[in-house]
């Protein structure tokens, strides 16, 4: 049980365009998904909290109108990157917990290179 | 803000041995949860701690949860080659504070 998926896995897009990364809790219901950073050899980075049917919050630092989050159902949540730069090149990783838990399950992470 | 600190950094052994490594934090944390991550994958969730003075099992994994709320510790017995990975530890409780991670190597 508790498994989260992430898609894609890796994506390699040019500077400009956006992309969407999609998070799916596979046998719960995630009333809560996070969004997290990992650059390499660091640790995970909080970017927001994802509540299903309301509006992310995003930590401080994290621009909300670049990193678009929707969270349209309980098992689904998506991190849209727009207008992407190489500063954007990171692991991103979402997690999930169910309902009432504090145990974060965590997807696979997606690897986003923008040139 | 919160903070953890996680130690140590890097740990070299050799298979077979057993190791330990801890964190602390500046705050008192109402759960405390520990990670394992491979190069390229998400963390996978090890152990999960709720109590104070809580001691918990995972197989070869064991952790506690400080009796002060601000540090935890985790071991591992008779290591074997694939435990190599990082080892993260996360307080809080719904929002999740990350250690710096313990790089666990292992010489066959």
């Known amino acids: 049980g508790a498994v989260v998926s992430q898609h894609p896995s890796r994506v390699i897009c040019k500077s400009g365009t956006s992309v969407k990364i999609e998070c799916r809790s596979l046998d719960f219901q995630a009333t809560t998904m996070f969004w997290y950073r990992q650059f390499p050899k660091q640790s995970l980075m909080l970017m927001a909290t994802?509540?299903?049917?309301?509006?992310?919050?995003?930590e401080q630092g994290v621009e909300k109108d670049k990193f678009l989050i929707n969270h349209a159902s309980l098992t689904l949540s998506t991190l849209t990157v727009t207008s992407a730069h190489p500063e954007d090149s990171s692991f991103y990783i979402c997690?999930?917990?169910?309902?009432?838990?504090?145990?974060?399950?965590f997807g696979p992470g997606t690897r986003l290179t923008v040139t | 803000g919160q903070q953890l600190n996680q130690s140590p950094q890097s740990m070299f052994i050799q298979e077979g041995e057993d190791v330990s490594m801890n964190c602390t934090s500046s705050s008192i944390f109402n759960t405390w949860l520990w990670y394992k991550q491979d190069p390229g994958e998400g963390p996978v969730l090890l152990i999960a701690?709720?109590?104070?003075?809580e001691l918990t099992s995972n197989g070869r994994l064991t952790a506690q949860f400080g009796i002060t709320r601000k540090d935890s510790f985790l071991n591992i017995s008779a290591s074997i080659p694939s435990d190599v990975g990082i080892y993260f530890c996360?307080?809080?409780?719904?929002?999740?504070?990350f250690g710096q991670g313990t790089r666990l190597t292992i010489n066959p």
């Open positions: 996360a307080g809080g409780a719904q929002k999740l504070v």
């Open positions: 701690l709720y109590k104070a003075g």
């Open positions: 994802s509540n299903e049917g309301s509006k992310a919050t995003y």
């Open positions: 997690s999930a917990n169910d309902r009432g838990e504090y145990e974060q399950y």
